[in-house]
Nanobody, 123 residues
């Protein structure tokens, strides 16, 4: 069974930082483009960051550019999301995704989704 499992979410004060991790099981994702979506209550799901299979290219939404950094370590977990200078508008469930189209960065058409991890930023 192929699974993506996120970790690292939680409650943080505005201005703080969190680092999300995504672990894979059932297959390797070294050849996949990886990304992070988020969905806040009452809002549509939003792609916030993506990284190519070689980590040579990254993409960010305007809402997180300059504050979030996506990275990957194909020897360990597939992908990380370092989130700095968090604000209450970043409160959402964050989902790790995998897209089999190696040369597509933005937007993504994920073949696999994790279950999500909650990030809550208090003001």
């Amino acid at each position: 069974q192929v699974q993506l499992v996120e970790s690292g979410g939680g409650l943080v004060q505005a201005g703080g930082s969190l680092r999300l991790s995504c672990a894979a099981s059932g297959r390797t994702f070294n050849s996949y483009t990886m990304g992070w979506f988020r969905q806040a209550p009452g809002k549509e799901r939003e792609l916030v960051a993506a990284i190519s299979h070689t980590a040579g290219r990254t993409g960010y939404s305007d809402s997180v550019k300059g504050r979030f950094t996506i990275s990957r370590d194909n020897a360990k977990n597939p992908v990380y999301l370092q989130m700095n200078r968090l604000n209450p508008e970043d409160t959402a469930v964050y989902y790790c995704v995998a897209d089999s189209a190696q040369y597509r960065i933005w937007p993504l058409a994920p073949a696999y989704w994790g279950q999500g991890t909650q990030v809550t930023v208090s003001s």
